[in-house]
Structure formats: structure tokens, C-alpha cells
């Protein structure tokens, strides 16, 4: 049985069905994991092979179609319907003489959809360039639409029950933060440290389990710490340098992400001054956030709050996260940065992330909230600080 | 540095070279993870933004073009020289307005090579549809051609120095085993049994660092037997169910997966005889396995071997491994089914699940080898049975 009720999906269909007619898509194929189980309940680390849903305007359910392996797993984790869950045979897999989407194709002719406008997610991973060719080549008929993102902004406002579930992680998230920061000293291994965090994420709190994030545990040390997206090795942290954090609490997809740095020794002043001014700087920028500012608003008070120092962050402050499986946690919508003019709406969840990784200095926190009613509020509750051993 | 020596590098270089002039391409767009780390050393958790290495025939070393916040992880993990390391600006991520392909495609143009053969890895993952799209439209003089798999194949044959690396992650994959036996049992939580398994991965062992699978742990217990692909939840394994185990030792991004079967309680007739089945045909199967013979005779052997049975398998028996990330450790090349004609060579790494996932009956067991001179050897040590606890 898929995670919400059943009305939850339906609603998300309506949704997506509303959009898809604003856009002139009759049929939309749907192959990002995280939209798949968004519109479904579908969950199962299948995505390594090619498959999708069918959204149809004059259908009421999806359509899944995978390989016949994971029929199984659709049935036991979607409200579908056993009759809209369809399976390929395996000789589509990786195959040098056939493609699962033209396996796809047939479905939509025999459904009578052949001459449909048909939309892709024609940027999303998991949609490679290969599927579009070999759907063009299979369907001639069709009008092919870029469906790009079309869900994820609908999965943009949480429902009362994601935003519980967004909760949830966040309570993981605390856990995740503190066992790293107990964890890493002088002498620890940074892959004893990384195994220390998974534990925490995956084994959850006493009352639920923790899932696997979308992104693994970056942790930077020393000379890495100039860059964000590196993870660890058999090498042994040290007195003296910086160690930061970029790790998630996720409860059934749904993520919340934290950020923080260590200090092991007395920080350096270079050090102190850059997380004074992020830290300040980021809370004046919290204290700015309630609905109806743009994202881009957002932005600018946080560079505005930093302007009387010398950081620049070049790279954008956060993005919009919720429900993701590999390769990213943020929902690839909102970005809060300059021309992003989208209006902050409640149940909006954001992560910010003000991360510094210059050659001299290092520093990472973050805060990751939800959009309420009159402001907003974090969904986890940990200390906005350097954190020194 | 990168984690081999330079000549590796060099070496995988002239190999790809040398597919690339065969294949009538002077220019190779690489966006796939595990190519781009194999051809340079890169490695980082970035593969969520579009990235790649450029190979081209008229220029030595490759280029990296990446996020601008990702160029110090690309000086710190590959051999490159740092005038071979462009980077975007941020503005390029997940815009609506303008797409990191028209980025490569000006380098590409600066470069002089805008009326070139440029292949693409037209069905990988992280090469998206629009990515050859903004290709196209940025190149008009450009004649595209497809380059998927070009350096999974060459990938196929490990170096001694990979091999290693391969040996290393099968040390890695008997700790995860032992672990996930020694947790598993009435009343534990799937998420906590998940958590050690993780555990162990990324600690590793007491000389070397683990890493995080290309899959996570795939546990199936009771009802879920009968597909692959499922996680964990806080569920608690109960008496008289089977749990079925897809793991894997990781070095370095080498995999070597292991699959076993857990018994809780005395296992009933037909998983008995199940089991007996599968690891008496897997045993004539590897018999079998030495260079020369096809990859679709083995498959055959495993038929005929399971054929007084009433087992039938009709996914493929297996398929080779090696470096990946996420979403799959399998090489996507040589498939161990009917329709494969690869002939196996020495240095060949090999993933054989013979699973079976029935709606009466689950099993599964594997074998991770290596092709030698004269036949193969197993890249870890445990015991192929059910395990009955």
C-alpha cells in the first residue's frame, strides 16, 4: 500500500492534469522517480532501468510501465489498479536491438493515444536522449511537448501530510547532525565518521525508520574544504582544520537537509569573521522570509546583509526540496537567486544553504524551513553556530 | 590526485581514442559518472547538475567542464592540468533561460571544433534529452554521432591495478554479509538491520575505507520476497519468513555486490528445494566459465543445469561490473542471456544473480567473479547456501 491515502494521489492527478491542460498535453510521460512516486506510491530502486508513468487527460489512473521484475513491487507500493501496471519483458534491458520505449510506444497506440500531444521531461535524468528518439522514431503521428518540471511544480506546495512527513525527517536530521558532531575528532577516520551518519540516517528515530537520502554525506576536510561536493576517504581528521557537513534526515523520500561546520582546535580569525558575517547574514535573511516575497527578494537581502564584508557567494542560496531520490534532494523549481520572481507560498519548503568553500576558508549552515502562514519555521531545531572540539 | 597512476589514465585515454577513430568520431562528449572518473580520476556528488569531459582526438588530455563550485574538486581529484578545468557560471543550473550545453557548445566552437563528428552517450543517464537538444542547436555544423558505451567498453577489461581495487571492495562486501547475517533476526527493525549494513560499507575495514554503493542495500523480507528492488521500512522481521539480501563492497567506487538468503526459522519445502536448485546450477554454471566461451553459453548452461527443475528464469543471468555511481553498478554492456556473443576474457569482472522472485518463493544468491587465464575466481569469500537462523 502506497505511504498517504489514496485521496492525496488523486488530488496530486487533478493537479497534474490541470497543468498539463494549461500546457496543450493530452498524455504526459512521467519518468523522474521522484514524480513516479509522487503521482503513485511507486517506490523501489528500479531506475537504473528505463520506465515511467502515462498521465492521461481521458484516463482517471496512471499507467506504470516497467520491467517485469518490478511489476511486483508497483503492485505492492502504488493504489494502482493491477490492470495499469504493465511489464516489459527483460530482453528490453540494456539491449543493443530494442528500447524499452518502444515497448512504451506500443502501449500508446493501443491505447489509441498515437496522435495525442504527447509531453517528456526532456531535462530530467532518467530521461535520456535515446528515449526521446526512439519514441519519435516509434510514434510518427505524435506531437512531442517538453512536460519538463511540470510536476515538480505541482509537488511545489505540500499537502498538511508531507509537511508532517518533512517533520519527520527533520527530527532524523537532528540526530544525523549530532552523531556526525560527536563522531568527528582528531584520530577518526572520515569513512568511520561517514558510517556513523548513515547508521543515523537509515536506522530513523525509535518510532520510525530513516530512508536513504538522495545525495550521501559530503564532508570536507582540510585542503577539500574549498569545494562542496566531495565525500570521504581512509584519511584521519586532524587538529586544526575545518570539517564541513552537508547531510540530510529523510523520512520515505521526503528530505530534510542540514548543514554545519566543525572547527577541531581554536578557529582561526579568517574563520571566526566568515561564520560572524554567514550566520548573521542568514538569520536576517530568515527574518525577512513570509509569504508573498520572491525568491529573488530572498537574495538580495542576504547579500545585502552580507555586503558590509568581503564574501561573495556566487553560486544561488537555496532551492525548493520535498520528496527525491538520486541524483538531488531539491525539487529543481524555486531557485533564490536574481530573476527567480516566484512568490513564496505557505507549505513552500526551502533549503538554504550559504556555503562559503573559497581557497582560504571554508564554512557551511544552513536552514531548511517551511513557508507558514505568516513567516516561516525550521524543520529541525539545531544550533545556528560554529561548531568547535 | 587521482586514485591511480597517471599511465592508467593514459592508457584508458588511447583506448577510447582508438574506439573513436573506429567509430568515425573526433570528438567524444563523456557525461556518464563513472566514464568521466575512469578517463580523469573525477569524482564528487555532482553529477546532479550536467557536467562532462570532453576526449578529443587532436588534443592530449581531456577537458572537464563543470560547476564553477565544482572545479576545485576536479583540480583536487583528477590529473588534469588546471587550463584543462573550465567551469560554468552558477547562473547555468536548472535555469529556464539558458542550459550548461550551450556553455559546452562555446567551448566546444572556441575550441574549433564546431564542424566536427561529436559522439554523445545518447542512452546514459545524465545526458538528458534537451542536452542533445541545446547541443544541436548551438552546433548547427555539427554532425552528432552516438558514443554510448563507447567507454563502458572499454571499462570491460580491468587492469591489475583495477583488480585490486575490485579484491578490495570483495573484502568489503564478506564484512557487509557477515554483518547483515549476524543483525537480521525476530523482532529487529528492516531499518536498523539497514543502518549496520550501511555501517559497514562506509567504514570499510581496519586498513581501508569503504564507499557508497552505486545501489543501495536491496532487502526483501516476507510478502516483498517476490519482487527485487525493495528497500526497508521500521518493520520487524518476524519468525518463518525469508529475507532476501542485494549488498555490495565498494573501493573507491569498485563494486563487488554480493546476494544471499536468510531463513528465519526452519524454511519450508519448496524454499529448500528452491535453494538446492539455484546453487547447484549456479555451481555447474561457473564451472563452466572460462575465457572463450560466450556470454549467452553461459546463460545456457545455467538452463540446462536448472532443467529437471521447475525453476524458470527469464531475466538475464547476470551481466559485468566494475566503477559506478549511482543508479547502477552494472557496466551495461555484456548481458548474460540468449543474444550475447561476447566471449569472456581474462580481467572480465562478472555479476551472476540467478534470483528468483516468484509469488510463492523468493531466492537469491550470487556470485561476483573475476575471468582468469584459465577459468575465474570469486572476488569474496562466503559460503554459497541458504543461511538458516
Same mark, same amino acid.
Given at each position: 500500500?502506497?505511504?498517504?491515502?489514496?485521496?492525496?494521489?488523486?488530488?496530486?492527478?487533478?493537479?497534474?492534469?490541470?497543468? #498539463?491542460?494549461? %500546457? &496543450?498535453?493530452?498524455?504526459?510521460? *512521467?519518468?523522474?522517480? /521522484?514524480?513516479?512516486?509522487?503521482?503513485? !506510491?511507486?517506490?523501489?530502486?528500479?531506475?537504473?532501468?528505463?520506465?515511467?508513468?502515462?498521465?492521461?487527460?481521458?484516463?482517471?489512473?496512471?499507467?506504470?510501465?516497467?520491467?517485469?521484475?518490478?511489476?511486483?513491487?508497483?503492485?505492492?507500493?502504488?493504489?494502482?489498479?493491477?490492470?495499469?501496471?504493465?511489464?516489459?519483458?527483460?530482453?528490453?534491458?540494456?539491449?543493443?536491438?530494442?528500447?524499452?520505449?518502444?515497448?512504451?510506444?506500443?502501449?500508446?497506440?493501443?491505447?489509441?493515444?498515437?496522435?495525442?500531444?504527447?509531453?517528456?521531461?526532456?531535462?530530467?535524468?532518467?530521461?535520456?536522449?535515446?528515449?526521446?528518439?526512439?519514441?519519435?522514431?516509434?510514434?510518427?503521428?505524435?506531437?512531442?511537448?517538453?512536460?519538463?518540471?511540470?510536476?515538480?511544480?505541482?509537488?511545489?506546495?505540500?499537502?498538511?501530510?508531507?509537511?508532517?512527513? #518533512?517533520?519527520? %525527517? &527533520?527530527?532524523?536530521?537532528?540526530? *544525523?547532525?549530532?552523531? /556526525?558532531?560527536?563522531?568527528?575528532?582528531? !584520530?577518526?577516520?572520515?569513512?568511520?565518521?561517514?558510517?556513523?551518519?548513515?547508521?543515523?540516517?537509515?536506522?530513523?528515530?525509535?518510532?520510525?525508520?530513516?530512508?536513504?537520502?538522495?545525495?550521501?554525506?559530503?564532508?570536507?576536510?582540510?585542503?577539500?574544504?574549498?569545494?562542496?561536493?566531495?565525500?570521504?576517504?581512509?584519511?584521519?581528521?586532524?587538529?586544526?582544520?575545518?570539517?564541513?557537513?552537508?547531510?540530510?534526515?529523510?523520512?520515505?523520500?521526503?528530505?530534510?537537509?542540514?548543514?554545519?561546520?566543525?572547527?577541531?582546535?581554536?578557529?582561526?580569525?579568517?574563520?571566526?569573521?566568515?561564520?560572524?558575517?554567514?550566520?548573521?547574514?542568514?538569520?536576517?535573511?530568515?527574518?525577512?522570509?513570509?509569504?508573498?516575497?520572491?525568491?529573488?527578494?530572498?537574495?538580495?537581502?542576504?547579500?545585502?546583509?552580507?555586503?558590509?564584508?568581503?564574501?561573495?557567494?556566487?553560486?544561488?542560496?537555496?532551492?525548493?526540496?520535498?520528496?527525491?531520490?538520486?541524483?538531488?534532494?531539491?525539487?529543481?523549481?524555486?531557485?533564490?537567486?536574481?530573476?527567480?520572481?516566484?512568490?513564496?507560498?505557505?507549505?513552500?519548503?526551502?533549503?538554504?544553504?550559504?556555503?562559503?568553500?573559497?581557497?582560504?576558508?571554508?564554512?557551511?549552515?544552513?536552514?531548511?524551513?517551511?513557508?507558514?502562514?505568516?513567516?516561516?519555521?525550521?524543520?529541525?531545531?539545531?544550533?545556528?553556530?560554529?561548531?568547535?572540539?
Amino acid at each position: 500500500m502506497p505511504v498517504f491515502e489514496i485521496y492525496e494521489y488523486r488530488e496530486r492527478i487533478k493537479k497534474t492534469k490541470k497543468r #498539463m491542460e494549461d %500546457a &496543450g498535453i493530452d498524455l504526459l510521460l *512521467v519518468s523522474q522517480p /521522484a514524480n513516479m512516486n509522487y503521482l503513485t !506510491g511507486y517506490d523501489g530502486w528500479s531506475f537504473y532501468v528505463h520506465q515511467c508513468i502515462l498521465v492521461s487527460l481521458d484516463q482517471e489512473e496512471p499507467i506504470w510501465i516497467g520491467r517485469g521484475m518490478d511489476a511486483n513491487g508497483a503492485k505492492i507500493t502504488t493504489f494502482l489498479k493491477h490492470e495499469n501496471i504493465i511489464q516489459y519483458a527483460d530482453d528490453y534491458v540494456q539491449s543493443d536491438v530494442k528500447h524499452p520505449m518502444n515497448f512504451v510506444a506500443d502501449v500508446i497506440k493501443q491505447r489509441g493515444w498515437g496522435k495525442k500531444r504527447i509531453g517528456v521531461e526532456a531535462d530530467q535524468f532518467y530521461f535520456t536522449h535515446r528515449c526521446y528518439a526512439e519514441l519519435e522514431k516509434s510514434l510518427p503521428n505524435a506531437i512531442f511537448k517538453d512536460g519538463n518540471l511540470l510536476v515538480n511544480r505541482v509537488r511545489l506546495i505540500k499537502s498538511d501530510a508531507e509537511i508532517d512527513f #518533512m517533520k519527520k %525527517a &527533520g527530527k532524523i536530521a537532528e540526530k *544525523v547532525m549530532k552523531t /556526525a558532531i560527536d563522531t568527528i575528532d582528531v !584520530g577518526v577516520r572520515e569513512c568511520d565518521a561517514a558510517a556513523a551518519i548513515a547508521h543515523a540516517q537509515y536506522s530513523g528515530t525509535e518510532e520510525y525508520a530513516g530512508d536513504y537520502p538522495a545525495i550521501v554525506p559530503l564532508m570536507m576536510a582540510g585542503e577539500a574544504t574549498k569545494t562542496p561536493h566531495l565525500t570521504w576517504s581512509e584519511r584521519e581528521y586532524k587538529r586544526d582544520e575545518a570539517v564541513l557537513l552537508e547531510l540530510s534526515g529523510v523520512y520515505r523520500h521526503y528530505h530534510a537537509p542540514i548543514a554545519r561546520t566543525i572547527y577541531i582546535g581554536n578557529p582561526p580569525k579568517l574563520m571566526q569573521e566568515t561564520s560572524e558575517v554567514v550566520l548573521e547574514g542568514l538569520q536576517k535573511t530568515l527574518d525577512y522570509i513570509k509569504p508573498g516575497v520572491t525568491a529573488e527578494s530572498v537574495e538580495e537581502k542576504w547579500r545585502e546583509a552580507i555586503a558590509h564584508s568581503t564574501i561573495v557567494k556566487e553560486s544561488r542560496l537555496g532551492y525548493s526540496i520535498g520528496v527525491n531520490y538520486p541524483p538531488d534532494w531539491g525539487e529543481q523549481t524555486v531557485s533564490i537567486r536574481p530573476g527567480d520572481k516566484t512568490e513564496l507560498r505557505p507549505n513552500m519548503c526551502l533549503h538554504l544553504i550559504p556555503g562559503i568553500w573559497y581557497e582560504e576558508v571554508g564554512f557551511e549552515v544552513d536552514a531548511t524551513i517551511r513557508i507558514t502562514e505568516t513567516g516561516y519555521e525550521s524543520l529541525y531545531d539545531f544550533p545556528l553556530k560554529l561548531f568547535v572540539k
